[in-house]
């Protein structure tokens, strides 16, 4: 099995999602940004690392969001998504086509990774738009 990090970053009402490269598996899809541990490190330490490696930025680590456990046909992964923070720097494309700010009502107006489906399912129902009716939807900044 394949252990997966990812972390779930807001500003505001808005969470962030990056899309996948064309040339890679499930490319062009939307995902949370992270990627696979090296032998050795922790949760905490691959997600800073892959943070700095995608994104050009330092993450304050918080606790487990959720975890998840899915079968691609090339590889099952178990995916844990951890809260997180930007502490020092502004995102930058350096591994992903887009980067997006989007609200969870915005969730299917974008094709993510089979893996995350769940995810944003518990996303929906813990941060529905019943809270926030009358909010104007926006895609969030560009990088």
């Known amino acids: 099995m394949t252990e997966v990090v990812a ?13 996948r490269p064309a040339h890679k598996a499930r ?8 990627g696979k541990l090296e032998p050795g490190e ?8 892959e943070c700095r490696e995608e994104l050009g930025v330092t993450v304050s680590v918080g606790g487990v969001f959720m975890e998840v456990v899915h079968e691609y046909p090339d ?3 178990r995916l844990t998504l951890l809260s997180a923070s930007i502490a020092e720097g502004v995102p930058q494309k350096l591994e992903h086509e887009d980067i997006r700010w989007i609200t969870v ?6 094709a993510f990774c089979p893996a995350d489906e769940e995810i944003l ?23």
């Open 7 to 19: 972390a779930l970053i807001w500003d505001n009402d808005r969470f962030m999602i990056c899309r």
């Open 27 to 34: 490319g062009l899809l939307w995902e949370f940004p992270g």
């Open 42 to 49: 922790t949760k905490t330490q691959a997600l800073i690392r």
């Open 75 to 77: 590889l099952t992964a």
């Open 105 to 110: 009502d915005e969730i299917p107006e974008y």
């Open 121 to 143: 399912r518990r996303l929906r129902d813990r941060h529905g738009s019943s809270d926030r009716e009358g909010s104007t939807a926006s895609a969030g900044p560009r990088f």
